[in-house]
């Protein structure tokens, strides 16, 4: 019996010391694969940071351009900012590109080659001889070369809508590295050659294309500010696009404003002598003028910008085929920039009040 037990003993004591030195070997096991893993995935990582660090660190330099544009200083002083905001105008391109027919809707047919090659000739291009089909890519460059917070493109930067002039300017607007507002006018969406076989409403598919031609891209929250731009200024606005304008006034952030037809001046006569001057007639929202006399609707929306307490502070815009700074009334500036077609390219300094 005394036997029998000292046997069990024995035996007991044989399978604990198996199990153990079995939980020992699996144990270190597993710690040697965790601290063989560890220093290669230290090293990847230190390899990884530090890729990441020379990436971060490089420097992206873009191409100066070759034409030396003829550039529109604007300041706008705004309370309250804590740093100071710079945004690139470009407007009335009236960029040309078709130089043959075609017969897809979006293309220019042959009876209107004659006249569009006139207007590539006369008005496309600068007085130093450099169509707007070449200076489009100088303007890219521009901007890519600059610093700045964002580009506004305000108005007539194509002649007319065609698949090509379509097709060009996405094609440039695609190379930006800022954020960009396209305010369209008359001849972004014209079918002023071809008209016959392309609607507006084609037209406006094809903007579509660009860059969604959305009012959510014509709007800029800033924090400190809003840039607002007021797209087809050249009709008269709808009641829709008026309750947006006076959202968001009422938001009572300050507005800078950019739009293409401008707007009569109140206080200085000198606006109308030049558009007299340049247009032979006035060529802005006024009751004076034949083509942009206000409706009841744009009226309202211009009352929001003649009140004494309106909460604009700035007024851009373009259409006049030449410059003007003034005031609209005692307390609103106005600046209208001249043609891209003639080598002008704005700078709008925001700075602190």
Not at 165 to 171: L, Q, T, V
Not at 279 to 287: E, G, L, M, P, V
Request: aromatic share 12%; hydrophobic share 35%; charged share 25%.
């Amino acid at each position: 019996m005394l036997a029998c037990v000292l046997l069990a003993v024995i035996l007991s004591g044989i399978i604990m010391i198996t199990r153990r030195s079995k939980s020992q070997d699996t144990k270190e096991e597993i710690t040697f694969e965790e601290i063989s893993k560890e220093p290669e995935s230290s090293q990847s990582q230190e390899e990884t940071t530090q890729e990441e660090t020379e990436e971060e660190t490089e420097t992206i330099t873009y191409p100066q351009p070759e034409y030396d544009f003829t550039t529109e200083e604007v300041n706008v002083a705004i309370e309250g900012l804590d740093r100071e905001y710079t945004f690139v105008w470009v407007s009335d391109l009236h960029l040309v590109t078709d130089h043959e027919a075609g017969d897809e809707n979006g293309d220019v047919r042959p009876e209107y080659l004659d006249a569009i090659e006139k207007r590539y000739d006369e008005l496309a291009v600068t007085e130093d001889g450099v169509h707007a089909e070449d200076l489009w890519p100088e303007i890219i460059k521009f901007i890519n070369y600059g610093d700045y917070d964002g580009a506004i493109f305000g108005g007539d930067m194509m002649d007319y809508c065609s698949n090509s002039n379509i097709r060009i300017i996405k094609e440039g607007l695609d190379q930006l590295h800022i954020p960009y507002m396209y305010v369209r006018a008359d001849h972004d969406y014209g079918v002023y050659y071809g008209g016959v076989f392309f609607t507006e409403t084609e037209s406006r598919a094809l903007h579509k294309t660009i860059d969604g031609d959305e009012m959510s891209h014509k709007f800029w929250d800033m924090g400190d500010f809003i840039v607002l731009g007021i797209d087809n200024s050249t009709k008269d606005m709808p009641e829709y696009y008026y309750n947006m304008v006076a959202d968001v006034y009422s938001r009572g952030k300050p507005v800078i404003m950019a739009t293409h037809v401008p707007y009569e001046s109140k206080v200085d006569d000198s606006l109308a002598q030049l558009s007299m001057q340049v247009r032979n007639q006035i060529y802005y929202w006024s009751a004076d003028s034949e083509h942009y006399k206000p409706n009841d609707i744009t009226q309202k929306y211009l009352n929001l910008l003649y009140s004494e307490d309106t909460v604009v502070e700035q007024v851009l815009a373009g259409h006049l085929h030449a410059s003007w700074d003034g005031m609209m009334t005692q307390q609103l500036p106005e600046h209208i920039f001249g043609p891209a077609f003639q080598g002008h390219i704005g700078i709008i300094h925001v700075v602190p009040k």
